[in-house]
T-cell receptor, first 112, second 113 residues
Framework: DTGVSQDPRHKITKRGQNVTFRCDPISEHNRLYWYRQTLGQGPEFLTYFQNEAQLEKSRLLSDRFSAERPKGSFSTLEIQRTEQGDSAMYLC??????????FGPGTRLTVT | AQSVTQPDIHITVSEGASLELRCNYSYGATPYLFWYVQSPGQGLQLLLKYFSGDTLVQGIKGFEAEFKRSQSSFNLRKPSVHWSDAAEYFCAVGEQAGTALIFGKGTTLSVSS
């Protein structure tokens, strides 16, 4: 049983550059979530997809952030014009019918 | 608004000793409750969950948690801690399937020999 996978695991970028992360959910999980986790904090919700529809977005998701799930399978999270404050762990989770969510290993972003 | 409080930022326990990590939540009804564990640089692994029914729930790795409605608490316990249990533990609350989980700030567990 393959878990949630995320790529890349680590990304170092310069301020002002654009970055894109990918998440592959557990097979047959129609719900997909993105969270952001900064040092010493718990994960904070960014956005949620059911199949290909983006149903909820947090106020944390500024205009520089965009997420897609074009065919209801994998998802991408893009950050444009990165800022140092974007440095964080970006976590993806998926679920099927229940409220429990299964997390991937995360993408660690460092903006220099 | 929903919130989760984990009062202990860092706890150190001797190997073989018992463990209790505290979690209090604020929510209007009975929420879905979860405990996750995170090793350094890794994602979160689901330890256990409570939806309804028996207030004492069993999870993986020998962990259990007890839901106490009167205290709005969902504390995590383990009778005998192993060195491999050293990690960060997060309590989370959810409203229903397809909604965001609200996490506490976590408790870091260190295990001494």
């Amino acid at each position: 049983d393959t878990g949630v996978s995320q790529d890349p695991r680590h990304k170092i970028t310069k301020r002002g550059q654009n970055v894109t992360f990918r998440c592959d959910p557990i097979s047959e999980h129609n719900r997909l979530y993105w969270y952001r986790q900064t040092l010493g904090q718990g994960p904070e919700f960014l956005t949620y997809f059911q199949n290909e529809a983006q149903l909820e977005k947090s106020r944390l998701l500024s205009d520089r952030f965009s997420a897609e799930r074009p065919k209801g399978s994998f998802s991408t999270l893009e950050i444009q014009r990165t800022e140092q404050g974007d440095s964080a762990m970006y976590l993806c989770a998926s679920s099927r019918t229940g409220p429990e969510q299964y997390f991937g290993p995360g993408t660690r972003l460092t903006v220099t | 608004a929903q919130s989760v409080t984990q009062p202990d930022i860092h706890i150190t326990v001797s190997e073989g000793a018992s463990l209790e990590l505290r979690c209090n939540y604020s929510y209007g009804a009975t929420p879905y409750l979860f405990w996750y564990v995170q090793s350094p640089g890794q994602g979160l692994q689901l330890l256990l969950k409570y939806f309804s029914g028996d207030t004492l729930v069993q999870g993986i790795k020998g962990f259990e948690a007890e839901f106490k409605r009167s205290q709005s608490s969902f504390n995590l316990r383990k009778p005998s801690v192993h060195w491999s249990d050293a990690a960060e533990y997060f309590c989370a609350v959810g409203e229903q399937a397809g909604t965001a989980l609200i996490f506490g700030k976590g408790t870091t567990l260190s295990v001494s020999s």
